[in-house]
């Protein structure tokens, strides 16, 4: 059965101009933590990154955004205790947002996604002899020189939106997560436990020119991409 998956996207500020009427959004617990950050511009930002997710999550419950009660697996993954059919995923990078939301989600949807600013990386073949399979770095080697930094996002957001999906983070190992890039991109090999590769699908996003994105879902989707 297809899902539908709305993705919004968001714009970081952070300028404490706009702290106060953020601020009004947000639990007590988060701004008791946020309080304790010294950094004002650090600050600014993680105040409008809440505040962006609390305000989509409210038009999706119904809810005032400073009552949604947002709880964490295990392992880090958020989640509504009061609305189970409601999955989210929020990734951040840059002064860029990217919030993925399934409304009417089925017993068993898992989905993540995560977006990258396309950046120059220190040792770049490093982090790929670490963190993508042995298939893969063949495939990135093989690449000319002037593809390789996107191609390497490509596959790193989607590795990671994976890693978000299954609420297991970096823990999982990436090189665990292998990726495939041709004719489009999808999940050749996954850790057993989370079942075939064939049942999950990949969605690269078209963000921007300077941005990597990708959905990862555990079924069919229809994805909207609002304004």
Not at 43 to 49: F, K, V
Not at 61 to 72: F, K, M, N, S, V
Not at 77 to 92: A, E, G, V, W
Not at 100 to 119: F, T
């Amino acid at each position: 059965m297809s899902v539908t998956v709305d993705i919004h996207m968001g714009h970081i500020a952070a300028q404490s101009d706009n702290d106060a009427r953020y601020l009004t959004c947000l639990s007590d617990e988060e701004i008791a933590k946020i309080n304790a950050i010294k950094k004002a511009a650090q600050r600014s930002r993680l105040i409008e990154t809440r505040a962006f997710l609390r305000q989509h999550l409210a038009h999706y419950t119904g809810q005032p955004a400073p009552a949604i009660r947002i709880e964490r697996s295990e392992h880090g993954k958020p989640y509504l205790t009061d609305f189970p059919r409601i999955q989210f995923n929020l990734s951040h990078s840059g002064d860029s947002l990217l919030l993925a939301i399934c409304k009417h989600s089925p017993p068993g949807l898992m989905l993540g996604v995560d977006i990258e600013v396309i950046r120059p990386r220190v040792n770049l073949p490093g982090v790929v002899s670490k963190c993508f399979s042995i298939p893969e770095q063949a495939a990135w080697q093989q690449l000319p020189r002037h593809q390789q930094l996107a191609a390497f996002f490509q596959s790193w957001t989607a590795k990671e939106a994976f890693a978000k999906a299954i609420g297991r983070g970096l823990a999982i190992g990436l090189h665990h997560v292998e990726i495939q890039s041709e004719p489009d991109y999808c999940l050749a090999n996954i850790p057993a436990q989370y079942g075939s590769a064939e049942h999950w699908q990949l969605h690269a996003l078209t963000i921007h020119q300077r941005h990597a994105a990708m959905l990862c879902i555990n079924s069919s989707c229809q994805i909207n991409v609002m304004a």
